[in-house]
């Protein structure tokens, strides 16, 4: 498909601006202004309508197709909660108005849904207080990561390690490394649990904590989870729950019930907001009574009057780690979301999508390699091992066979620590047909692995394009458009 | 249930299969950490939850006329960017990492780095970042990296809200952060050039900066250079429909808040944090970069590239630890910057610029309202010294239905009777007058 540049035609515009109303126009130092207008490109409104209707016609999404992408959590996102974020009273509401005087007044509304929020996360996770200003879930990884190290500095420890298990998300040893910190990697046992001896044997005062994600990245739960925070405690570390899978315990356990002081939730996957094709999220983190006063300012207060205001004078908080409240509008989705869910609904969604993901386990665990053979939680983890052993198709061929079948491939590869793995995450909006017709593509595929094995490795066919050349994307890097000239080089 | 589509009976049913019971899918949880019910409320109907939200978005007073701005601006909208960025082709898709069924997200991102780049005139950009603010921590982090070097200079005619991010972001690591205090309203040079020396990463500056002044950093570039540091400038996009570019004047690496190009202001996110870079410095980028290639048959495609810099692949090696970007406001960026095109931005930046000098005149034809620094040109914000403390004007003018702009003494000693006006193409000269009006009546009471 053409790009927009090269659809541009000289002189043709999209939208009119405003009118110039006022009596001159400025003329401003040569010196300081541009030498040509920015080369953007020259379209009619409906040129460029037409242009990203074709490009959205390109993309599979939950609207469109079922997503089991592993640890991604593609839920469905309610349209409710779009229609109440696009309300004037909060899609115009300026970020700055409560730092002028009586500026506070002015947005009790928007107060209120972050005040709310904050007791509703804190039910939900049995944490004492919540900040709503990571943007992200890495993001709230690292806030959290900051927090741990507020509180050693406060304490006086000379801390240096975060133990992380060697089956977590990437971000997680990213995150702690920016923070400024030695990341050791935890490995796991045969049951695709974290070590426990090991983990003893790593466990010294330079321990700051552990970053454990709960069900883990294979979909177990741990049962020795509480012994594991025991544990850390006693060299006086600090736990982190990585909340990217909370939507398989959410009204089942907490938590901070459970043992962890610092958690962070990505809204995104566990309360329905839209993942946006890579964003924006929110990673709201929080955090156990002992660390609240570390918590980023400003922080949302109820006065006694019933008023809500922002509380800046917090003498040992971390500081901004947003310039404001966090992603105000994702919140909001979220917040429509618990809000209709309710106190019963959220303890079903963690049930169907367990449900929904043992299901799929059950039914398919006889044709492919399973990580471990064990119910799991909220996603499956299936391996293609054998079948790559055997007949050389491997979990990627397998993920392209499923495009041709209308279905976006589970999460590949991930995690690490499995070989040819294939990540299911169904969630609990799907239905049981939906689950029988991906089940009866993926049984097809294993099939067709032993029968026609060259049919997967030229999958997809039905895509507007093939696999793509990514080492051809690396080496001849093209990141940004160059108009060529008729001779094929780069017009300067 | 709300959206959970399974009934009791094939509940039922899945459970016969797995040939286990609900319970038993639950048993790992230790069961004195099992919850016996959350204290939450009942779950609302749809027709509940809208008229509960819609009562809660009239406690936010949205009818202000704004010249409030600091970063964060009250730009018009054309309805094509919502109408396109809300189909749910885009919104409930996630990161492209299966390209064949991703090539509508990944297309829109290489144009969104392909507008990026001839905004700023740098070579290459990333697929966006959270905001203005942790854009500018990326791109100190990105400085730091390139240089292998701890110290980095910041002015402070920066954004002090993202100066006090920075601050945060660097307390436990080991990074000499130092800040020049402007001169006159501009980065002040002398301060900047004397902490300057080979042990510098970056010098971090602001084009307009957070008073409005615009600036010309060659001077800065070229010093930075000559030591082998870099130069970083924040820029606010729309200003560069008509200013000079970060990389005209020589800078490194681009960054800015996105937020003007098409997003609405939502309390303050989600925003959009744009960066652009020289190509030499590519591999030390944060974040998703887009690149352009071919499949088996030579036809075009787009997938993420260079993801060996990345997290999921480096760990705890790797430039940064993001991992979702903004794609969504990144794709209304585009949006917006396609509607308004070449033309369009031009005027757009120009119409501010003109309304901006039209509220000036006005509000210093004023009696005891003064320009607060000399400096001669400015875009769409200036800062205006009052006779007496900006905050309680400020605080006047709301009762008459102004946010007539932001007192400077919050993060500036000595500037308690300054206030920070801000004027985009949205408002109207009626307005405009109508506010000069109001201060004037507010000054004599």
């Known amino acids: 498909m053409q790009l927009i540049f090269e659809k541009s035609v000289p002189g043709r515009r999209g939208i009119r601006v405003a009118e110039q109303d006022v009596p001159d126009s400025i003329n401003l130092n040569a010196g300081l202004l541009r030498e040509t207008p920015a080369d953007l490109p020259e379209l009619s409104e409906l040129d460029v309508v037409r242009h990203f209707t074709a490009l959205s016609r390109r993309n599979f999404s939950v609207d469109s197709h079922f997503y089991p992408l592993g640890s991604c959590t593609m839920k469905y996102n309610p349209k409710v909660a779009e229609r109440i974020a696009g309300y004037p009273g909060f899609a115009h509401l300026h970020p700055l108005l409560p730092q002028l005087r009586l500026g506070g007044s002015l947005t009790q509304g928007a107060l209120q849904v972050m005040y709310e929020m904050d007791l509703l996360l804190r039910e939900i996770t049995g944490m004492a207080g919540f900040t709503m200003q990571p943007m992200a879930g890495a993001h709230g990884e690292l806030t959290g990561i900051m927090i741990m190290a507020a509180y050693h500095r406060a304490r006086g420890n000379r801390k240096t390690t975060v133990l992380i298990p060697d089956s977590a998300h990437g971000t997680n040893p990213a995150s702690a490394a920016i923070a400024g910190y030695t990341v050791k990697s935890v490995p796991s046992d045969a049951s695709g649990g974290m070590d426990l001896a090991k983990l003893r044997e790593m466990l010294t005062d330079e321990v700051a904590g552990l970053m454990l994600t709960c069900p883990n990245t294979l979909g177990l739960f741990n049962p020795h989870v509480s012994e594991i925070c025991e544990l850390i405690h006693s060299v006086d570390g600090v736990v982190y729950y990585d909340g990217a899978n909370l939507n398989a315990i959410m009204g089942k356990t907490r938590p901070g019930d459970l043992g962890f002081d610092i958690v962070h939730l990505n809204l995104h996957k566990s309360f329905a907001t839209p993942h946006g094709g890579g964003g924006p999220g929110a990673g709201p983190v929080g955090v156990a009574e002992r660390l609240v006063e570390f918590l980023p300012v400003s922080v949302v207060v109820k006065r006694e009057d019933g008023t809500y205001a922002l509380e800046y004078d917090r003498p040992n908080s971390i500081g901004y780690i947003a310039p404001f409240y966090g992603n105000f509008a994702v919140v909001l989705r979220a917040y429509v979301y618990i809000l209709m869910l309710g106190r019963e609904g959220i303890e079903r969604v963690a049930e169907n999508a367990v449900l929904n993901a043992n299901y799929v386990l059950a039914k398919l665990k006889d044709l492919y390699d399973v990580a471990v053979d064990l119910p799991c939680m909220h996603e499956c983890v299936l391996s293609a091992e054998t079948l790559a052993k055997d007949c050389g198709v491997r979990a990627l061929d397998i993920s392209k066979g499923l495009i041709d079948r209308g279905f976006h491939p589970p999460t590949v590869y991930f995690p690490l620590t499995v070989h040819e793995a294939l990540m299911v995450e169904p969630t609990e909006t799907e239905s049981k047909e939906t689950l029988d017709a991906f089940i009866a593509a993926m049984r097809e595929l294993a099939e067709l692995a032993h029968t026609n094995p060259e049919a997967l490795h030229e999958a997809p066919v039905s895509t507007p394009v093939g696999r793509l050349n990514e080492t051809k994307a690396a080496r001849d890097l093209n990141i940004a458009y160059t108009p060529l000239c008729d001779c094929g080089n780069p017009l300067e | ?445």
């Not at chain 2, 609405?264 to 744009?274: C, E, K, Q, T, V």
């Open chain 2, 1 to 445: 249930m709300p959206f959970i589509a399974n009934t009791d009976e094939q509940r039922r049913e899945m459970l016969a299969a797995i040939g286990l019971s609900m319970d038993d899918l639950f048993a790992a949880i230790p069961p004195a950490a099992r919850c016996q019910g959350l204290n939450l409320p009942k779950g609302l109907s749809e027709q509940a939850v809208r008229s509960r939200l819609a009562d809660i978005a009239a406690k936010n007073h949205i009818d202000l006329t704004l010249f409030l701005g600091g970063g964060f601006y009250d730009h018009f909208i054309p309805a094509a960017v919502s109408a396109l960025a809300s189909r749910g082709e885009f919104y409930t898709a996630y990161t492209p990492y299966q390209p064949e069924v991703s090539q509508g997200t990944l297309q829109a991102i290489y144009e969104y780095q392909s507008m990026i780049c001839r905004l700023t005139e740098l070579d290459v950009a990333n697929a966006s970042l959270y905001d203005g603010g942790t854009a500018i921590y990326e791109a100190m982090m990105m400085a730091m990296n390139a240089t292998d070097r701890s110290k980095v200079i910041v002015d402070d005619s920066v954004n002090p809200i993202y100066r006090v991010m920075l601050e945060s972001y660097t307390r436990n690591l080991h990074i000499e952060l130092v800040t020049s205090t402007n001169a006159g309203g501009h980065a002040n040079r002398a301060e900047i050039l004397a902490a300057l020396d080979n042990r510098t990463a970056a010098v971090i500056v602001q084009n307009p900066n957070f008073f409005g002044c615009i600036e010309e950093f060659s001077d800065l570039a070229e010093a930075a250079h000559a030591v082998g540091a870099l130069l970083i400038v924040s820029c606010y996009p729309i200003s560069l429909g008509i200013l000079k570019t970060p990389g005209a004047m020589g800078a490194d690496i681009a960054v800015g808040e996105g937020q003007s190009l098409g997003l609405s202001m939502s309390f303050g996110g989600p925003y959009l944090g744009f960066m652009a870079a020289r190509e030499k410095l590519v591999r030390k980028m944060p974040g998703r970069i887009v690149g352009e290639t071919v499949d088996g048959q030579g036809r075009r495609g787009f997938v993420l590239t260079l993801q060996a810099r990345e997290q999921h692949i480096k760990r705890e090696r790797a430039t940064s630890n993001i991992c979702s970007n903004e794609a969504l406001c990144a794709l209304s960026a585009t949006l917006y910057l396609s509607l308004l095109g070449k033309e369009g931005l031009r005027e757009t930046a120009q119409l501010c610029a003109d309304k901006a000098s039209y509220a000036y005149q006005r509000l210093t034809a004023i009696p005891g309202v003064k320009p607060h620094f000399r400096a001669k040109w400015f875009f769409n914000e200036f800062v205006l010294d009052l006779p007496c403390e900006a905050s309680e004007v400020i605080g006047r003018l709301i009762e008459r239905g102004f946010a007539a702009g932001f007192p400077l003494s919050r993060y500036y000693e000595g500037m308690s009777n300054c206030m920070l006006v801000a004027v985009t193409e949205k408002r109207t000269k009626t307005e405009i007058g109508m506010l000069a009006e109001a201060l004037e009546a507010v000054l004599c009471n």
